[in-house]
Protein backbone atom coordinates (compact mmCIF):
# COMPACT_ATOMS: atom_id res chain seq x y z
CA UNK A 1 0.00 0.00 0.00
CA UNK A 2 1.34 3.31 -0.60
CA UNK A 3 1.49 6.20 1.54
CA UNK A 4 -0.81 8.15 0.10
CA UNK A 5 -4.02 5.24 0.50
CA UNK A 6 -2.58 4.70 3.90
CA UNK A 7 -3.19 8.25 4.76
CA UNK A 8 -6.79 7.80 2.86
CA UNK A 9 -7.32 4.93 5.16
CA UNK A 10 -6.45 6.38 8.14
CA UNK A 11 -8.68 9.44 6.92
CA UNK A 12 -11.68 7.39 6.49
CA UNK A 13 -10.82 5.75 10.35
CA UNK A 14 -10.93 8.92 11.81
CA UNK A 15 -14.43 10.27 10.14
CA UNK A 16 -15.97 6.87 10.91
CA UNK A 17 -15.53 7.45 14.82
CA UNK A 18 -16.14 10.72 14.57
CA UNK A 19 -19.92 9.84 12.55
CA UNK A 20 -20.28 7.07 15.25
CA UNK A 21 -19.82 9.21 17.74
CA UNK A 22 -22.09 12.04 16.69
CA UNK A 23 -24.52 9.10 16.59
CA UNK A 24 -24.18 7.47 19.83
CA UNK A 25 -24.79 11.26 21.42
CA UNK A 26 -27.49 11.64 18.88
CA UNK A 27 -29.09 8.58 17.31
CA UNK A 28 -31.77 10.91 15.28
CA UNK A 29 -28.96 12.67 13.59
CA UNK A 30 -28.68 12.74 9.96
CA UNK A 31 -24.90 12.22 10.22
CA UNK A 32 -26.11 8.36 9.46
CA UNK A 33 -25.94 9.25 5.93
CA UNK A 34 -22.32 10.28 6.27
CA UNK A 35 -21.32 7.22 8.17
CA UNK A 36 -23.13 4.90 5.75
CA UNK A 37 -20.91 6.83 2.76
CA UNK A 38 -17.57 6.60 5.29
CA UNK A 39 -18.61 2.55 5.39
CA UNK A 40 -18.83 2.19 1.77
CA UNK A 41 -15.67 3.52 1.23
CA UNK A 42 -14.07 1.00 3.52
CA UNK A 43 -15.62 -1.82 2.03
CA UNK A 44 -17.56 -2.42 4.77
CA UNK A 45 -20.97 -2.40 3.03
CA UNK A 46 -22.70 -4.93 5.60
CA UNK A 47 -22.22 -2.42 8.05
CA UNK A 48 -23.34 0.35 5.95
CA UNK A 49 -26.93 -1.51 4.91
CA UNK A 50 -27.21 -1.73 8.85
CA UNK A 51 -26.62 2.05 9.30
CA UNK A 52 -28.88 3.14 6.82
CA UNK A 53 -31.88 1.23 7.89
CA UNK A 54 -31.29 2.18 11.47
CA UNK A 55 -31.14 5.94 9.90
CA UNK A 56 -34.09 5.51 7.92
CA UNK A 57 -36.38 4.90 11.14
CA UNK A 58 -35.90 7.86 12.14
CA UNK A 59 -35.43 10.25 8.94
CA UNK A 60 -37.57 8.23 6.62
CA UNK A 61 -37.72 11.17 3.92
CA UNK A 62 -34.21 11.17 4.13
CA UNK A 63 -33.39 11.40 -0.15
CA UNK A 64 -29.54 11.32 -0.06
CA UNK A 65 -29.52 7.70 2.35
CA UNK A 66 -32.54 6.64 0.38
CA UNK A 67 -31.08 6.40 -3.02
CA UNK A 68 -27.38 5.44 -1.25
CA UNK A 69 -29.49 1.98 0.33
CA UNK A 70 -30.75 1.70 -3.02
CA UNK A 71 -27.27 2.10 -5.01
CA UNK A 72 -26.10 -0.94 -2.30
CA UNK A 73 -28.86 -3.06 -3.52
CA UNK A 74 -28.86 -2.54 -7.18
CA UNK A 75 -25.14 -3.30 -7.23
CA UNK A 76 -26.05 -6.42 -5.11
CA UNK A 77 -28.96 -7.27 -7.72
CA UNK A 78 -31.76 -7.07 -5.20
CA UNK A 79 -33.92 -5.85 -7.28
CA UNK A 80 -37.11 -5.55 -5.74
CA UNK A 81 -35.59 -3.64 -2.65
CA UNK A 82 -33.58 -1.63 -5.51
CA UNK A 83 -37.07 -0.79 -6.84
CA UNK A 84 -39.04 0.24 -4.28
CA UNK A 85 -35.96 3.20 -2.79
CA UNK A 86 -36.04 4.58 -5.82
CA UNK A 87 -39.26 4.72 -6.67
CA UNK A 88 -39.60 6.24 -3.01
CA UNK A 89 -36.51 8.72 -4.08
CA UNK A 90 -38.62 10.09 -7.23
CA UNK A 91 -41.94 10.37 -5.40
CA UNK A 92 -39.21 12.84 -3.17
CA UNK A 93 -37.73 14.28 -5.12
CA UNK A 94 -38.93 14.20 -9.25
CA UNK A 95 -36.17 15.55 -10.50
CA UNK A 96 -33.57 13.45 -9.53
CA UNK A 97 -32.26 12.50 -12.69
CA UNK A 98 -29.57 10.02 -11.20
CA UNK A 99 -32.46 7.57 -9.43
CA UNK A 100 -34.50 8.47 -12.74
CA UNK A 101 -31.87 6.47 -14.44
CA UNK A 102 -31.44 3.72 -12.59
CA UNK A 103 -35.08 3.18 -11.72
CA UNK A 104 -35.14 3.26 -15.51
CA UNK A 105 -32.25 0.82 -15.93
CA UNK A 106 -34.08 -1.67 -14.07
CA UNK A 107 -37.25 -1.29 -15.56
CA UNK A 108 -35.60 -2.10 -18.80
CA UNK A 109 -34.04 -5.58 -17.17
CA UNK A 110 -37.45 -6.32 -16.54
CA UNK A 111 -38.76 -5.38 -19.70
CA UNK A 112 -41.18 -3.19 -18.93
CA UNK A 113 -39.37 -0.33 -21.75
CA UNK A 114 -42.90 1.31 -21.15
CA UNK A 115 -42.04 2.18 -17.58
CA UNK A 116 -38.34 2.84 -18.12
CA UNK A 117 -40.10 5.49 -20.77
CA UNK A 118 -42.48 7.01 -18.79
CA UNK A 119 -39.72 7.17 -15.47
CA UNK A 120 -37.61 8.80 -17.79
CA UNK A 121 -39.68 11.27 -19.62
CA UNK A 122 -40.68 12.22 -16.00
CA UNK A 123 -36.64 13.30 -15.21
CA UNK A 124 -36.94 15.38 -18.21
CA UNK A 125 -39.49 17.68 -17.76
CA UNK A 126 -36.48 19.28 -15.33
CA UNK A 127 -33.46 18.49 -17.37
CA UNK A 128 -34.71 19.59 -20.76
CA UNK A 129 -31.35 20.80 -21.44
CA UNK A 130 -29.88 16.99 -21.02
CA UNK A 131 -29.06 15.54 -24.67
CA UNK A 132 -27.92 12.57 -23.35
CA UNK A 133 -31.31 11.76 -21.58
CA UNK A 134 -33.10 12.65 -25.00
CA UNK A 135 -31.52 10.21 -26.55
CA UNK A 136 -32.18 7.57 -24.00
CA UNK A 137 -35.72 8.20 -24.51
CA UNK A 138 -35.30 7.58 -27.97
CA UNK A 139 -33.29 4.71 -27.55
CA UNK A 140 -36.06 3.25 -25.36
CA UNK A 141 -38.90 4.51 -28.19
CA UNK A 142 -37.09 2.92 -30.67
CA UNK A 143 -37.18 0.06 -28.91
CA UNK A 144 -40.64 -0.14 -27.91
CA UNK A 145 -41.75 0.21 -31.50
CA UNK A 146 -39.31 -2.67 -32.74
CA UNK A 147 -41.34 -4.59 -30.11
CA UNK A 148 -44.86 -3.51 -31.35
CA UNK A 149 -44.00 -4.38 -35.00
CA UNK A 150 -42.69 -7.29 -33.88
CA UNK A 151 -45.96 -8.16 -32.43
CA UNK A 152 -48.05 -6.68 -35.27
CA UNK A 153 -45.67 -9.75 -37.49
CA UNK A 154 -46.64 -12.32 -35.30
CA UNK A 155 -50.69 -11.38 -35.47
CA UNK A 156 -50.30 -10.98 -38.99
CA UNK A 157 -48.58 -14.36 -39.79
CA UNK A 158 -50.98 -17.36 -41.47
CA UNK A 159 -50.75 -20.76 -39.69
CA UNK A 160 -50.52 -22.84 -42.25
CA UNK A 161 -47.41 -21.25 -43.69
CA UNK A 162 -45.91 -18.92 -41.36
CA UNK A 163 -45.45 -15.85 -43.60
CA UNK A 164 -44.02 -12.76 -42.38
CA UNK A 165 -45.74 -9.74 -41.94
CA UNK A 166 -43.39 -8.25 -45.27
CA UNK A 167 -44.96 -11.38 -47.28
CA UNK A 168 -49.09 -9.91 -46.47
CA UNK A 169 -50.49 -6.90 -47.32
CA UNK A 170 -52.60 -4.95 -45.37
CA UNK A 171 -56.59 -5.00 -45.98
CA UNK A 172 -57.06 -1.07 -46.15
CA UNK A 173 -61.11 -2.32 -46.11
CA UNK A 174 -60.59 -3.74 -42.40
CA UNK A 175 -59.20 -0.32 -40.89
CA UNK A 176 -60.76 2.26 -39.84
CA UNK A 177 -59.30 5.23 -41.89
CA UNK A 178 -59.56 7.58 -38.85
CA UNK A 179 -57.35 5.24 -36.95
CA UNK A 180 -53.53 6.02 -37.63
CA UNK A 181 -51.02 4.43 -35.69
CA UNK A 182 -46.88 4.34 -35.37
CA UNK A 183 -47.49 0.53 -35.67
CA UNK A 184 -48.89 1.28 -38.94
CA UNK A 185 -46.61 3.75 -40.04
CA UNK A 186 -44.10 1.28 -39.82
CA UNK A 187 -46.01 -1.48 -41.12
CA UNK A 188 -46.72 0.74 -44.32
CA UNK A 189 -43.03 1.43 -44.92
CA UNK A 190 -41.42 -1.65 -44.05
CA UNK A 191 -44.38 -3.01 -47.13
CA UNK A 192 -43.03 -0.26 -49.19
CA UNK A 193 -46.78 1.20 -49.12
CA UNK A 194 -44.77 4.78 -48.72
CA UNK A 195 -47.63 7.20 -49.83
CA UNK A 196 -49.88 5.13 -47.14
CA UNK A 197 -47.33 5.78 -44.75
CA UNK A 198 -46.92 9.82 -45.05
CA UNK A 199 -50.59 9.88 -45.00
CA UNK A 200 -50.30 7.58 -41.26
CA UNK A 201 -47.50 10.26 -40.19
CA UNK A 202 -49.12 13.19 -41.01
CA UNK A 203 -52.37 12.11 -38.94
CA UNK A 204 -50.10 10.69 -35.61
CA UNK A 205 -47.85 13.80 -35.59
CA UNK A 206 -49.51 16.86 -34.49
CA UNK A 207 -45.64 17.94 -33.33
CA UNK A 208 -43.96 18.94 -36.51
CA UNK A 209 -40.55 17.85 -35.70
CA UNK A 210 -41.51 14.73 -34.86
CA UNK A 211 -43.78 14.62 -38.13
CA UNK A 212 -40.46 15.88 -40.38
CA UNK A 213 -38.70 13.29 -38.42
CA UNK A 214 -40.69 10.45 -38.98
CA UNK A 215 -41.13 11.74 -42.91
CA UNK A 216 -36.98 11.99 -43.03
CA UNK A 217 -36.83 7.87 -41.76
CA UNK A 218 -39.48 7.05 -44.31
CA UNK A 219 -37.43 8.92 -47.37
CA UNK A 220 -34.34 7.58 -46.06
CA UNK A 221 -36.08 3.82 -46.08
CA UNK A 222 -36.91 4.51 -49.92
CA UNK A 223 -34.19 5.91 -50.97
CA UNK A 224 -32.19 2.86 -49.87
CA UNK A 225 -34.63 0.16 -51.17
CA UNK A 226 -34.53 2.02 -54.63
CA UNK A 227 -30.35 1.61 -53.85
CA UNK A 228 -30.55 -1.93 -53.41
CA UNK A 229 -32.93 -2.59 -56.40
CA UNK A 230 -29.86 -0.76 -58.39
CA UNK A 231 -27.57 -3.12 -57.41
CA UNK A 232 -25.95 -0.66 -55.05
CA UNK A 233 -25.35 -1.10 -51.32
CA UNK A 234 -25.46 2.00 -49.07
CA UNK A 235 -24.57 0.51 -45.76
CA UNK A 236 -21.70 -0.95 -47.45
Given at each position: MCHKEHEEDNELMVLEQKYEEILSAEPKSNAFCQLADVL???????????????????????????????????????????????????????????????????????????????????????????????????EIKDVISQNELELSGRAFETPIESRKVNEIKIDDSAINSEVYTETMFNLYMKQGEYDKAREVADNIYSDEAQRNSAIEKLEKTKLNKMNRSAGFNPEG
Amino acid sequence: MCHKEHEEDNELMVLEQKYEEILSAEPKSNAFCQLADVLCKQGKVDKAIGVLIRGLGHNKNNVTARFLLGKIYYDRWLIEQAKKEMERVLELTPDNLQAARLLSQIYKSEDRFSRALETLEGAYVFHTDDNDLVCEINEIKDVISQNELELSGRAFETPIESRKVNEIKIDDSAINSEVYTETMFNLYMKQGEYDKAREVADNIYSDEAQRNSAIEKLEKTKLNKMNRSAGFNPEG
